[in-house]
């Protein structure tokens, strides 16, 4: 039997309350729950099997309204029963409540969360909401005049497009509802006049901080509609509070910026793209050796930042505001922005950003180069710990003399936190190419392992 994972469970006897279960499977991507089982995946037989075959599928359809098949395996003289139960396409509730299915646990949806996963049952996302007080009055031209010059740069719109009146390019990027004549909070988000008028969160916070986050030195807010607002914060970070070394090719002067312009570009843009608009404003503390980066929204359902780094298919929080960032040549649709920051850093000579899902977030920390270390990243010692690999990760790559799996890992180095293990060892060192996935297609398969990369040997070497 396979081991307990996003769509297997085991439970050596049958309680009612395990139909919070099945309403998890049911709401993420279906699953299998066994009923006899142990952890150890030894059938320990059930008692009085065929009152349940009959009882469990009732029960099921009478409080969900959904159809499992329940099956009767045996195993020698032992007998387990087996419940498959299908993804829904539709929103299930178990006596009121919704729960989903994460990894190997089971969560009860609340708040916001539970608006997004309903919404996106439905095939919609937040930013499709129409705002009742606003009118094309509150559209700003020139935000959709630059949307215009980038899409057309980009080779993603037709340059006719600029003769088009504002009301039919929102039309034509469905940013307007029309069955009842209203603009989407996409819309005002993107080229809206003054966004905080509708939305208290559309800020972007810069600090500037000495030896601790108490030591706050200076900060900055950056306001107005979120597709400029990139360029905004990368004209004061160059001016403010990063350096740009000068230097000459020839007889032309460079001032390159000390984080790889591109690669922090692509970070910004997931920042404001995937962002929680109901939740607070997106912040960037600048410290004497790092950047961090942190937006609130959690992860899509069933992916972890193992995923993100991994080969994965695109899932925006917001679709309308990707969609417009995407036509404007800012992002890429198929999930690729995270291989463009690594490539980026790789070019600089620079440590891979350690992402991590934090306090209802992502959290990116960014090493300022030549400044030392941080958090877990080093750009590199003449002691050893070389091209972004830390002490921690070098402790993990000399254990891996074959491929092993995350909990083999863990038992060789002593850990019992799954999540630090995967922020401060294995994600640094997938991020730095150091090790791969051995089914990098299927990043979340329960047999998944890891094994070192020819860069993670030589390094060893």
Known sequence: MQNE???????????DEYLKWICGFANAQGGRIYIGVNDDKQVVGVDDAKRLMEDIPNKIVMSMGIKADVNLRSQGSDNCIEIIVPASNIPISFK????????????????????DFIMQKMGRSWDDVPVESATIDDIDRKAIDYFIMK???AGRMNPDIKHDSTEKILDGLHLINNRIGLLKA????????????FFTCVRFRIGRF????????????VEGNILQMADRVMALLRSKYLTAPIHYEGLQRKEVLEIPEDALRELLYNAIVHK?????????????????LWNEGELPQGYTVETLLGEHSSHPRNKNIASVFYLAGFIESWGR?????????SLANLPMPVIESRFGGLL????????????GISKGTSKGTSKGASKQVLRMLRVMDEDMSIRAMMAELGFSSRDKFIANYLNPATAAGLVEMTQPDSPKSPTQKYRLTDAGKALLE
């Open 5 to 15: 994972s996003q769509n297997i469970e085991y439970k050596e006897s049958w309680r």
């Open 96 to 115: 009121g409540k919704y729960y989903y299915r994460f990894g190997s646990t089971m969560q009860e949806l609340t708040g916001l969360a539970l608006q």
């Open 151 to 153: 899409s057309v740069d």
């Open 186 to 197: 996409a819309a005002i988000l993107l080229f809206g006049k003054d966004p905080l008028r």
């Open 210 to 221: 000495g030896a601790s986050e108490s030591d706050l030195i200076t900060q900055d807010e």
């Open 276 to 292: 929680l608009y109901q939740g607070v404003d997106i912040q960037m503390k600048v410290y004497d050796d790092r950047l961090s």
């Open 337 to 345: 922005g995270f291989d463009k920051v690594r490539r980026g850093f």
């Open 364 to 375: 990116v920390t960014i090493a300022r180069p030549g400044k030392g270390t941080s958090k």
